[in-house]
C-alpha cells in the first residue's frame, strides 16, 4: 500500500483530542447543568390535591423546593408550624418584593407568618427561611394572574414521633406483667455487693417469672447486664425483658449477678433468701 494511503487512513480514524480550553469550557456547562436538573428534581408545584379551602399544605421534606405563585397587589401567607421560632428569612431579591413577617396565636399556639408580595408581574426569587426546627427553601414566582392565598406544611415525620413517644408513654404507664396473684409473690430476696446508683431496689418472682426493679436512675444510664451464677460458681448471660424500671427474666434462679464496667467492673449480687450454697 502506498506509504501516504497509509498515513491517510491513520490521520481519518484518530480521535480528536480536545484542548485545554474545550475542557476548561465543557466543566461550568455540566456543572451548571446538573444543578438546574437537581433543582428542577427537588422543586415541588401545588397540584390540587394539596390546597384546602384557599390554603396549600406541602408535606415537609429536607432539602425539597417548594414553588409560590404570587401576584402583584396580592399578599402571599406562608404559614409556619405551631410553636416554631423564626429566626432570619433572606431573599435573592429585596428590591422588587416586599417581605415581612408577623404572627397569630399564643403561647404554644402562637404561629409565625411570613408575608411576601411582588411589585410586579413576571418576576422570580428564592427564600430561605430559617427557624428553631428546620430550614425552608421557596421558589417565588409572580404572574398576572390569581396568586396563592397562603401556604403551609405538614410534618409526617413529627407525626411519627409523636407516635412513637406515645407507644413508649404507654408502655411505660403499663404494668410490669399481668395476671400477678398477690398472695404467689415471693420477696425473699437478698442484694449484695457494690453500691452503684443502678443498684436493684428490690427482687421478687410470682413462682414462674423473676423480677428486678431498679431505681429511676436506671433510665438514664448505662443498663448492666444479668448473669445467672450456676453450683460452679460459672456465670452466663441470661434472657430478660427491660419494661421501664425492671428486668423480667422467664423463670426462677438462685443466684444470679449485674456487672458493669471493664477495668473496675461493679457487681451487684441476687440471692434466693434460703438458697445459701446453692446455685441456679
Known amino acids: 500500500m502506498n506509504r501516504q ?8 480514524a484518530a480521535v480528536p483530542v480536545a484542548t485545554p480550553s474545550a475542557l ?4 461550568p456547562e455540566r456543572s451548571v447543568a446538573a444543578v438546574r436538573a437537581a433543582n428542577a428534581d427537588a422543586t415541588l408545584e401545588p397540584r390540587r390535591p394539596d390546597f384546602m379551602n384557599a390554603s396549600a399544605i406541602y408535606p415537609f421534606s429536607e432539602g425539597a423546593i417548594y414553588r409560590v405563585y404570587t401576584a402583584p397587589e396580592r399578599v402571599t401567607d406562608i404559614a409556619l408550624q405551631p410553636g416554631e421560632t423564626l429566626i432570619a428569612v433572606a431573599s435573592g ?3 422588587r418584593w416586599v417581605i415581612g413577617d408577623t404572627s ?4 404554644a399556639e402562637r404561629r409565625v407568618h411570613v408575608l411576601v408580595k411582588p411589585f410586579s408581574a413576571g418576576l422570580a426569587t428564592n427564600l430561605v427561611i430559617t427557624t428553631d426546627r428546620r430550614t425552608y427553601h421557596v421558589a417565588l414566582t409572580s404572574t398576572a394572574g390569581p396568586a396563592m392565598a397562603a401556604l403551609s406544611w405538614s410534618y409526617p415525620q413529627d407525626a411519627l414521633l409523636a ?4 407507644q413508649q408513654a404507654a408502655e411505660a404507664a403499663a404494668p410490669v406483667a399481668a395476671g400477678l396473684e398477690i398472695e ?3 420477696f425473699a430476696y437478698e442484694i449484695s455487693g457494690d453500691r452503684p446508683n443502678w443498684r436493684p431496689l428490690r427482687a421478687f418472682d410470682d413462682g414462674r417469672q423473676t423480677f428486678i426493679e431498679f431505681p429511676p436512675s436506671l433510665e438514664v444510664g448505662e443498663a448492666p447486664p444479668l448473669f445467672l451464677v450456676d453450683r460452679k460458681g460459672e456465670a452466663q448471660l441470661v434472657n430478660y425483658r427491660l419494661r421501664g424500671r425492671y428486668y423480667v427474666v422467664d423463670r426462677l434462679f438462685d443466684a444470679a449477678e449485674l456487672r458493669l464496667g471493664t477495668k473496675r467492673q461493679q457487681v451487684v449480687q441476687i440471692s434466693r433468701a434460703g438458697t ?3 446455685r441456679s
Not at 163 to 166: F, V
Open 5 to 12: 494511503l497509509v498515513l491517510a487512513a491513520f490521520a481519518a
Open 24 to 27: 476548561a469550557q465543557a466543566a
Open 93 to 95: 431579591d429585596t428590591v
Open 104 to 107: 397569630s396565636g399564643s403561647g
Open 163 to 166: 407516635i412513637q413517644r406515645a
Open 184 to 186: 404467689r409473690l415471693n
Open 276 to 278: 445459701s450454697g446453692r
